[in-house]
């Protein structure tokens, strides 16, 4: 029997959909054959991504890619629909067969009443499947008709909501519609798209309506990717996004294989991480040896200058001493200066060499060196992990 997860929220805009595409997305990388489907039939929000790929299927095909407002209103066999193969591990089904004023009229349809059978149909085939190890349920934002049907089959409800008065206020209507028709469902909630200073509070927060296993950072990358109707991608340039998604399915999925392939990847992730540390202090330790080496060189050369000042005052000074002549009060005062020159230009030197680096930058460089030296030790140990995979 697969997992079936349904995504919900309680207004539209708290990153539901990014996070479902992203969470198929991760599964997908790990090896769970997983089918997504988008029951969102006012937005349609998940079937945009994927808008080019239907296209290319109906044209190809006698038969319009199955939907899901197609099951509930009949135009499709629920008990044995038509998904779009998005990639060999990920199945897809569209909340409609074609983004057009066509079958959106169709969407708007009102379901008849056999649509709990249909629905029932599709639920009882999409987990008896054997091909799939995970099903995944975008819901539309806020109430719909078909949730009281939906939910009753679900293994987990994930609520996503962001981090503000608004969302907690529509969690909380919502679950006043549906909270009778959660059946044997584990009940879990996200906080998405937080600001640092929200992480470090909303982090610590065991739960509101349902118990929290997760807070994402708003990345504006992932909003990029988003307005592309492109997947974020969780290795490269949202790597912190795709070890958050790790945490929080380790906790949403208990089959061994999925857990073990989670770990891999997010060891894959702080390998990454680790190493993009190590090259940033790299650089900042060959910069303060350059800083360190045009200090040492630039010290030389006004040491040099200094010495050549002594070297003359100090002549100037005892040369008429040396030749058995005593000055005058006027030529006194300039023996006396040339002297206090020469001692002057003696004691920067002398302080220049002891503070050739300051200490705060010495503390700075020792530290750094500790760092990387702890980094390569543990970028070490996690290389060996990884090569035994």
């Not at 198929?24 to 988008?38: E, N």
């Not at 199955?66 to 909340?95: R, Y």
């Not at 709990?116 to 934002?141: H, M, P």
């Not at 600001?195 to 504006?220: A, H, M, Q, R």
Request: hydrophobic content about 40%.
């Amino acid at each position: 029997m697969s997992t079936s997860v349904a995504f919900l929220s309680g207004k539209g805009g708290s990153g539901k959909t990014t996070l479902a595409l992203s969470v198929a997305d991760l599964l997908c990388r790990c090896g769970a054959k997983t089918l997504l489907v988008d029951c969102d039939l006012s937005t349609n929000g998940a079937t945009y991504f994927y808008e080019s790929q239907i296209n290319e299927w109906n044209k190809s095909h006698a038969v319009s890619v199955s939907s899901f407002s197609g099951i509930l209103c009949g135009t499709t066999w629920a008990d044995k629909p038509m998904p779009l193969e998005v990639n060999p591990q990920m199945d897809f089904i569209p909340s409609v067969s074609e983004i057009s004023s066509e079958w959106m009229t169709e969407a708007a349809v009102r379901a008849s009443g056999d649509t709990e059978s249909r629905l029932g149909e599709f639920l009882f085939w999409a987990k008896c499947n054997t091909d799939y190890d995970v099903i995944l349920f975008d819901c539309q934002a806020g109430y719909s008709e078909f949730l009281p049907l939906l939910l009753p089959g679900m293994d987990v409800d994930l609520f996503v909501l962001e981090a503000d008065s608004i969302s907690a206020s529509a969690m909380r209507s919502l679950h006043l519609k549906i909270g009778g028709d959660f059946g044997r469902a584990k009940l879990y909630q996200v906080f998405n798209k937080t600001t640092p200073e929200e992480f470090d509070i909303y982090s610590k927060i065991v739960g509101t309506f349902f118990t929290n296993i997760g807070t994402l950072l708003f990345d504006w990358k992932i909003r990029q990717a988003f307005s592309r109707s492109q997947i974020p991608d969780l290795e490269n340039n949202s790597a912190n996004y795709g070890a958050g998604l790790c945490d929080i399915c380790k906790i949403i999925f208990s089959d061994q294989k999925i857990q073990k392939s989670l770990s891999n990847f997010a060891d894959e992730l702080h390998f990454r991480k680790l190493q993009e540390k190590r090259s940033k202090i790299e650089v900042e330790l060959n910069f303060s040896t350059r800083k360190r080496e045009r200090l040492i060189w630039a010290n030389s050369l006004f040491e040099f200058l200094l010495f050549a000042f002594m070297v003359v005052c100090f002549f100037v000074a005892i040369f008429p001493l040396s030749m058995n002549q005593f000055p005058e009060q006027k030529e006194s005062n300039y023996i006396f200066i040339s002297l206090i020159g020469a001692l002057t230009s003696f004691l920067i030197i002398t302080v220049a060499r002891s503070r050739s680096m300051s200490s705060e930058e010495r503390r700075k460089r020792l530290e750094s060196e500790r760092q990387l030296k702890e980094l390569n030790k543990e970028l070490a140990g996690l290389e060996n992990k990884l090569k035994e995979i």
